[in-house]
């Protein structure tokens, strides 16, 4: 069998690094020339893989998912998809985890037997919550807004955490029949985009060359009618998933990381072939949209930027300069934690450590780095961040404990361009954690291409802003743009409509919708969104909109709203008084202390307190014979915080 020799192939030549690449000659026969024939290559690469039982005694789909989801930093757990939990690894039944079809099995593959490929392909099938899973049901990824159901995620491995306020590193949901919605975190969004891109091109219907049975040609599309016409509790033919515009911004906005490289390599090891989409995240842009350029499975002019400076920062010790990372030869920097002052009890160890590179702008670049990270004395693990021109750190890669050089790999975008610093520091730094670990660097690289154009287009101007004001908030709203390439939203705010406008957050919005919490009531803000795509191109700002968030008013004032006289009995009357008191807003006020005067054929002064309607009831110290009289008057009433209006005193009398 084709995927079987293909595997065989890959055992025999792996490297003992941390991550695999593609064995050599993997995607030779790629042709990346258009989009046609790019698809129709790919599908032969990593078409007919083997199949494994979806529950089996033998090796199963919870085998392949308990070793493609592993918790790096536990080995005896899973770390799932969406809650971004991490839970003890269980080999079937019911627990707190279970299998995630990412491509929802009931749009074209819902009925299970054995040949069934894309029920059982583990590129898709992700370790889940339970509750999570079931709660994303069928629903398309696609972006949501403040006003989804929140699925917050736990913060694990330095990930993940926080909750209230949209998108944050939550998951949304939007369960409105015609209008369904899950937008995955955004920690793992790009994850989910690349597994779908795999299904749509691994699938292309046909059948198994090995095993005969027929398989579905699955497709990604923004029409959500064709979506829900797939689910119809059949196999079938040809269906459908989505939200596909969402899904390439997902892949922009999250792109391949370590993780998910290992994944692919776990995964390659059971079924013999992989997703092409995390060895070659920028064949996404030919397959689904323009940008495509021949060159078959090679790349083309490369540019490789090593260190030019590394920077002391007096926090660890350091042995060798930058010099020993610029080529792969198992010459090392090494850094080694210090431990910080204060009381023996307080002190913790840490280290930081930083390397510069000059690169050029707009550059879709790869940080790469090959070191090695002996043992976790006291910290967990060590993290690399980069910087570009200045601007705030963002998170390379976690690096794991081994024995033996790792290969680490980050793609990002260089932007404006200029220098690039990278930020070494420990994770741990609890106190009295002072055991002192040390971490090689063999070689550290950015890599990009000189060939091709340049994308200096800005994308369209965001369209339809909208602002509503509330206590304390406005949320804002808009449409989304459709450029592939899109990487976000800036939001932008101001006093005046003619500006300045100040950005509000340092990171780029991925959604449509923004909740400005930090305002004042009563006071008139002005808001304009651009759009950025992946290369830094930024769009003209939309035009302003306005909004001034209120709060709820706030009563001062104490009013009688009613007052009446009832009775009760056919020769014996009992007499009883009601007054209703509210405030200038008419809203009933409870615990107000009223005072009232009974007159006529009934006598006495009384004192009772408003119910939660605002109802003071007065009753008569004596019974009644027919005919008779009454008058009530309501002589004050108070409460702490408002004042009574006299104006709304009065009497009322009756006759029975």
Same mark, same amino acid.
């Given at each position: 069998?084709?995927?079987?020799?293909?595997?065989?192939?890959?055992?025999?030549?792996?490297?003992?690094?941390?991550?695999?690449?593609?064995?050599?000659?993997?995607?030779?026969?790629?042709? /990346?020339?258009?989009?046609?024939?790019?698809?129709?290559?790919?599908?032969?690469?990593?078409?007919?893989?083997?199949?494994?039982?979806?529950?089996?005694?033998?090796?199963?789909?919870?085998?392949?998912?308990?070793?493609?989801?592993?918790?790096?930093?536990?080995?005896?757990?899973?770390?799932?998809?969406?809650?971004?939990?991490?839970?003890?690894?269980?080999?079937?039944?019911?627990?707190?985890?279970?299998?995630?079809?990412?491509?929802?099995?009931?749009?074209?593959?819902?009925?299970y037997?054995?040949?069934?490929?894309?029920?059982?392909?583990?590129?898709?099938?992700?370790?889940?919550?339970?509750?999570?899973?079931?709660?994303?049901?069928?629903?398309?990824?696609?972006?949501?807004?403040?006003?989804?159901?929140?699925?917050?995620?736990?913060?694990?491995?330095?990930?993940?955490?926080?909750t209230?306020v949209?998108?944050?590193?939550?998951?949304?949901?939007?369960?409105?029949?015609?209008?369904?919605?899950? @937008?995955t975190?955004?920690?793992?969004?790009?994850?989910?985009?690349?597994?779908?891109?795999?299904?749509?091109?691994?699938?292309?219907?046909?059948?198994?060359?090995?095993?005969?049975?027929?398989? #579905?040609?699955?497709?990604?599309?923004?029409?959500?009618?064709?979506?829900?016409?797939?689910?119809?509790?059949?196999?079938?033919?040809?269906?459908?998933?989505?939200?596909?515009?969402?899904?390439?911004?997902?892949?922009?906005?999250? #792109?391949?990381?370590?993780?998910?490289?290992?994944r692919?390599?776990?995964?390659?090891?059971?079924?013999?072939?992989?997703?092409?989409?995390?060895?070659?995240?920028?064949?996404?842009?030919?397959?689904?949209?323009?940008?495509?350029?021949?060159?078959?499975?090679?790349?083309g002019?490369?540019?490789?930027?090593?260190?030019? !400076?590394?920077?002391?920062?007096g926090?660890?010790?350091?042995?060798?300069?930058?010099?020993?990372?610029?080529t792969?030869?198992?010459?090392?920097?090494?850094?080694?934690?210090?431990?910080?002052?204060?009381?023996?009890?307080?002190?913790?160890?840490?280290?930081?450590?930083?390397?510069?590179?000059?690169?050029?702008?707009?550059?879709?670049? @790869?940080?790469?780095?090959?070191?090695?990270?002996?043992?976790?004395?006291?910290?967990?693990?060590?993290?690399?961040?980069?910087?570009?021109?200045?601007?705030?750190?963002?998170?390379?890669?976690?690096?794991?404990?081994s024995?033996?050089?790792?290969?680490?790999?980050?793609?990002?975008?260089?932007?404006?361009?200029?220098?690039v610093?990278?930020?070494?520091?420990?994770?741990?730094?609890?106190?009295?954690?002072?055991?002192?670990?040390?971490?090689?660097?063999?070689?550290?690289?950015?890599?990009?291409?000189?060939?091709?154009?340049?994308?200096?287009?800005?994308?369209?101007?965001?369209?339809?802003?909208?602002?509503?004001?509330?206590?304390?908030?406005?949320?804002?709203?808009?449409?989304?743009?459709?450029?592939?390439?899109?990487?976000?939203?800036?939001?932008?705010?101001?006093?005046?409509?003619?500006?300045?406008?100040?950005?509000?957050?340092?990171?780029?919005?991925?959604?449509t919708?923004?909740? /400005?919490?930090?305002?004042?009531?009563?006071?008139?803000?002005?808001?304009?969104v651009?759009?950025?795509?992946?290369?830094?191109?930024?769009?003209? !700002?939309?035009?302003?909109?306005?909004?001034? #968030?209120?709060?709820?008013?706030?009563?001062?004032?104490?009013?009688?709203?009613?007052?009446s006289?009832?009775?009760?009995?056919?020769?014996?009357?009992?007499? $009883?008084?009601?007054?209703?008191?509210?405030?200038? $807003?008419?809203?009933?006020?409870?615990?107000?202390?009223?005072?009232?005067?009974?007159s006529?054929?009934?006598?006495?002064?009384?004192?009772?307190?408003?119910?939660?309607?605002?109802?003071?009831?007065?009753?008569?110290?004596?019974?009644?014979?027919?005919?008779?009289?009454?008058?009530?008057?309501?002589?004050?009433?108070?409460?702490?915080?408002?004042?009574?209006?006299?104006?709304?005193?009065?009497?009322?009398?009756?006759?029975?």
């Amino acid at each position: 069998m084709r995927a079987l020799q293909r595997l065989t192939a890959w055992l025999l030549c792996a490297s003992a690094t941390a991550l695999a690449e593609p064995p050599v000659g993997y995607y030779d026969a790629v042709d /990346d020339s258009s989009a046609e024939a790019l698809v129709a290559s790919l599908h032969e690469v990593i078409d007919d893989h083997l199949f494994f039982r979806y529950t089996d005694d033998a090796t199963d789909t919870w085998d392949i998912v308990n070793a493609a989801d592993q918790d790096p930093l536990n080995p005896g757990n899973i770390l799932d998809i969406y809650k971004n939990a991490s839970y003890p690894k269980i080999s079937g039944g019911t627990g707190a985890y279970n299998r995630e079809h990412s491509w929802p099995k009931s749009y074209g593959f819902p009925v299970y037997y054995v040949g069934n490929s894309p029920y059982t392909d583990a590129h898709h099938l992700f370790a889940s919550d339970a509750g999570y899973n079931s709660s994303r049901s069928n629903n398309p990824y696609r972006d949501c807004d403040a006003t989804c159901l929140e699925k917050e995620t736990l913060e694990t491995n330095g990930r993940g955490g926080g909750t209230g306020v949209y998108p944050g590193n939550s998951n949304w949901r939007r369960g409105t029949a015609g209008d369904e919605a899950w @937008q995955t975190w955004r920690g793992r969004q790009g994850d989910v985009a690349r597994a779908m891109f795999y299904m749509a091109v691994r699938y292309e219907g046909g059948f198994h060359n090995e095993t005969g049975d027929n398989e #579905p040609d699955l497709i990604l599309t923004d029409d959500y009618a064709l979506i829900q016409a797939s689910n119809t509790g059949q196999n079938e033919a040809i269906a459908y998933m989505g939200m596909l515009s969402d899904l390439l911004a997902w892949h922009e906005a999250d #792109p391949v990381d370590d993780s998910e490289r290992r994944r692919n390599d776990v995964v390659f090891s059971f079924q013999g072939n992989r997703n092409p989409f995390i060895d070659n995240p920028n064949w996404v842009g030919c397959v689904f949209g323009t940008a495509c350029g021949g060159g078959g499975g090679g790349g083309g002019n490369p540019t490789v930027v090593l260190a030019s !400076a590394d920077v002391i920062t007096g926090t660890g010790v350091v042995s060798g300069t930058f010099v020993a990372t610029q080529t792969s030869d198992d010459t090392y920097q090494t850094i080694t934690e210090t431990e910080s002052g204060g009381k023996p009890s307080r002190r913790t160890s840490r280290a930081e450590h930083r390397w510069t590179f000059n690169v050029a702008a707009l550059k879709s670049a @790869q940080l790469s780095a090959e070191l090695a990270f002996d043992r976790a004395l006291d910290d967990e693990a060590f993290v690399l961040e980069y910087s570009v021109a200045g601007g705030e750190f963002e998170q390379a890669f976690l690096i794991q404990p081994s024995s033996v050089d790792q290969i680490y790999t980050h793609s990002f975008n260089t932007g404006v361009g200029g220098v690039v610093t990278l930020r070494l520091t420990d994770v741990d730094r609890t106190a009295g954690a002072r055991l002192l670990d040390s971490i090689r660097i063999d070689a550290l690289r950015i890599t990009y291409d000189e060939g091709g154009p340049v994308d200096a287009t800005p994308p369209n101007v965001p369209t339809g802003l909208t602002a509503s004001a509330g206590d304390g908030q406005v949320v804002l709203s808009w449409n989304a743009n459709s450029e592939p390439d899109l990487a976000g939203y800036v939001v932008s705010r101001a006093v005046t409509s003619e500006g300045p406008y100040d950005r509000l957050t340092g990171s780029l919005v991925s959604g449509t919708a923004y909740t /400005d919490t930090a305002v004042n009531n009563g006071t008139t803000y002005y808001y304009s969104v651009s759009a950025e795509d992946t290369t830094g191109n930024i769009s003209a !700002a939309s035009a302003p909109v306005s909004a001034e #968030p209120e709060g709820n008013p706030v009563a001062s004032q104490l009013l009688i709203d009613a007052i009446s006289l009832q009775a009760s009995g056919n020769k014996s009357l009992r007499i $009883t008084a009601d007054v209703i008191v509210v405030d200038e $807003t008419g809203a009933a006020v409870s615990g107000a202390l009223v005072s009232g005067t009974f007159s006529g054929d009934l006598s006495g002064t009384q004192q009772t307190n408003t119910d939660t309607k605002g109802l003071a009831r007065f009753q008569g110290n004596s019974r009644l014979k027919k005919p008779a009289s009454v008058t009530f008057c309501v002589d004050d009433a108070s409460k702490t915080g408002l004042t009574l209006e006299p104006a709304s005193l009065g009497c009322t009398t009756a006759n029975f």
